[in-house]
T-cell receptor
Framework: DAGVIQSPRHEVTEMGQEVTLRCKPI?????LFWYRQTMMRGLELLIY????????DSGMPEDRFSAKMPNASFSTLKIQPSEPRDSAVYFCASSLQDTKLFFGSGTQLSVL | EDKVVQSPLSLVVHEGDTVTLNCSYE??????LLWYKQEKKAPTFLFMLTSSGIEKKSGRLSSILDKKELSSILNITATQTGDSAIYLCAVGPISNFGNEKLTFGTGTRLTIIP
């Protein structure tokens, strides 16, 4: 298996623009997680899905953030409008029922 | 709010040295503690610990949990430059059922000098 695949690897955008991050989980995994990593706060869970259904989005910072999982092999995280404080590395991870997470390589987001 | 604290924040040692990384936690409902290694990109799973006093080992890496002290250590013997990474500790549920989530520490940055 290719593992969790994220795109793009890097994204540089200007404040106010819409940003869409993409994730393909490992085939057969029924849990998908979106995390954000910063130097100050470490890894923070934003939202997670089980069988394509959002279960807990309490970590989503504001209404500017939204996530979807239209099918078992694809998820998006959207930020609209983006702000400089959104700059971080965004990770997608997937797992089976246990909490051993398999992470993607991340998207490095820079909002200028 | 659950809290996971790792120490030291960073560590620089010479190749061949042995290192010990620490993780302490304050959580309302402990179930498991996990260690991950993060090199340039994605964190990769190392160990899951659920029982106190039982050492988990993988090559030169080993880890043990102390539920009485609410802590865990990760040992790396005969370090190599490839061990340079950020080591993350997380605590949380064993399974994803229910509303509990993993809480991660901010990590220990380990640098091995040749």
């Amino acid at each position: 298996d290719a593992g969790v695949i994220q795109s793009p690897r890097h994204e540089v955008t200007e404040m106010g623009q819409e940003v869409t991050l993409r994730c393909k989980p490992i085939s057969g995994h029924d849990y998908l997680f979106w995390y954000r990593q910063t130097m100050m706060r470490g890894l923070e869970l934003l939202i997670y899905f089980n069988n394509n259904v959002p279960i807990d989005d309490s970590g989503m910072p504001e209404d500017r953030f939204s996530a979807k999982m239209p099918n078992a092999s694809f998820s998006t995280l959207k930020i609209q409008p983006s702000e400089p404080r959104d700059s971080a590395v965004y990770f997608c991870a997937s797992s089976l029922q246990d909490t051993k997470l398999f992470f993607g390589s991340g998207t490095q987001l820079s909002v200028l | 709010e659950d809290k996971v604290v790792q120490s030291p924040l960073s560590l620089v040692v010479h190749e061949g040295d042995t290192v010990t990384l620490n993780c302490s936690y304050e959580v309302t409902n402990f179930r498991s503690l996990l260690w991950y290694k993060q090199e340039k990109k994605a964190p990769t799973f190392l160990f899951m610990l659920t029982s106190s006093g039982i050492e988990k080992k993988s090559g030169r890496l080993s880890s043990i949990l102390d539920k009485k002290e609410l802590s865990s250590i990760l040992n790396i013997t005969a370090t190599q430059t490839g061990d340079s990474a950020i080591y993350l500790c997380a605590v949380g549920p064993i399974s994803n059922f229910g509303n509990e989530k993993l809480t991660f520490g901010t990590g220990t940055r380990l640098t091995i000098i040749p």
